[in-house]
């Protein structure tokens, strides 16, 4: 016997009402008419279709919430052949005149697996949830050691060089027209470009590439890595034009201290993501690296090797996570209270010992002394031949 509820003659149907197999069926297939014809009638999202189809790629298929990893760069050196990035002599010599250099020929040496870089949620959200706001305001992981996270050690984990008086707040001062910025206008669609996404920068990466546009080049991988590694945002496809005043040029890219402005960023969305860990900016990922390098647990590194660099090379995210999974509920976490101490050698110890950064008024000055310290030189030459003359 059927449980179907008899209708009322002129009345809808009861909420109640349960709707049989067919019924259900017939709706299902308007549903799908509808929203065919809406596709027809041009009744589609304000992105351009080619690059809003990406992004939806993107979201429906991205399987961390911490959106920032080093798995990016693993694909655009070492991902399919046909999308690879490969770099000539000069392109290669003009990134090494970057902080970046060392971080990035490690994927252009295909030095680590993607397997080795993917991130383990669970055990990073761990990490993220012992953080505190400590009486002095800083946020830390509260620690037998000492649980401060410092900007000497971002430097050494990725490579990088500190500055003593580098640049770290162009996003707050420096404003970027998109009509008016070369990049914006040659790759991004200029005026009408409040936002940029992922897909767009590796697309012009590898345009600039081909077309041997060089300082065009660099700059658009130091964006690719300041939209997937350092400053990822919380929708992970997409970041606002105002992170182009970080590459206005080479000049400004080696005037910023990369390594205090990336921690200054981390710490902020730790701070202000109010404990959810899916709402951190920036690369928490690098949490990872900390740990395994400040832990006093036992923990083994890739292949045994305990000297390669950058630091992040050294580990397996997947050693990393195991070794969390080993924490218990205690209050502290055992770590290493100097971080410092450890610095061996002397490539580390010079990657943490702050350079100066000469403006441009001091470079000029200094180039005015070597050409009158060459004047005088020729001066005093040429008085010693006339005395050797006589």
């Not at 940029?196 to 546009?213: D, R, W």
């Not at 206005?248 to 990369?258: A, K, T």
């Not at 005015?368 to 003359?389: F, S």
Request: charged share 30%; with cysteine.
């Amino acid at each position: 016997m059927r449980n179907w509820t008899k209708r009322d003659k002129g009345q809808g149907d009861d909420e109640t009402t349960p709707e049989s197999p067919r019924k259900k069926k017939i709706k299902m297939e308007e549903v799908v008419r509808q929203s065919k014809k809406g596709k027809s009638q041009g009744k589609t999202p304000n992105k351009e279709p080619e690059i809003a189809e990406k992004d939806d790629a993107i979201k429906s298929s991205r399987q961390w919430k911490f959106r920032a990893v080093l798995g990016h760069l693993h694909d655009l050196f070492v991902g399919k052949e046909e999308e690879i990035l490969v770099l000539n002599d000069i392109q290669r010599d003009m990134l090494a005149t970057t902080t970046f250099w060392s971080l990035l020929q490690v994927f252009i040496n295909n030095q680590i697996t993607k397997d080795e870089l993917k991130i383990p949620q669970a055990r990073l959200k761990k990490l993220t949830d012992s953080y505190i706001k400590s009486q002095d305001g800083k946020i830390r992981i509260p620690s037998k050691g000492g649980g401060d996270i410092s900007a000497q050690e971002m430097a050494l984990n990725f490579g990088m060089q500190m500055l003593q008086n580098g640049k770290q707040d162009l996003l707050e001062t420096r404003k970027v027209c998109p009509g008016d910025n070369d990049l914006c206008k040659k790759y991004f669609g200029g005026a009408k470009s409040s936002q940029i996404y992922n897909i767009q920068v590796k697309e012009a990466i590898l345009k600039s590439a081909k077309a041997n546009e060089n300082e065009e080049l660099v700059r658009l991988l130091v964006l690719y890595l300041c939209f997937t590694v350092f400053f990822t945002k919380t929708g992970g496809s997409r970041m606002s034009c105002s992170y182009l005043a970080l590459v206005e040029s080479i000049d400004v890219i080696n005037s910023i201290s990369w390594p205090h402005l990336i921690h200054k960023h981390m710490m902020h969305g730790i701070e202000k993501s109010n404990g959810d860990y899916r709402k951190i900016d920036g690369c928490a990922f690098y949490l990872l690296y900390w740990y395994a390098e400040r832990s006093n647990q036992k923990r083994n590194t890739r292949d045994g090797c305990t000297e390669r660099f950058p630091r992040f090379t050294r580990w397996s995210t997947k050693t990393i996570s195991r070794t969390i999974d080993t924490l218990n509920s205690s209050k502290f976490i055992d770590i290493k209270p100097n971080f410092g101490c450890q610095v061996v050698n002397g490539l580390e110890n010079n990657l943490i010992t702050p350079l100066h950064v000469m403006s441009q008024v001091e470079k000029l000055n200094e180039r005015i002394r070597q050409l009158q310290a060459e004047v005088d030189d020729q001066k005093q030459k040429n008085k010693c031949n006339k005395r050797k003359a006589s």
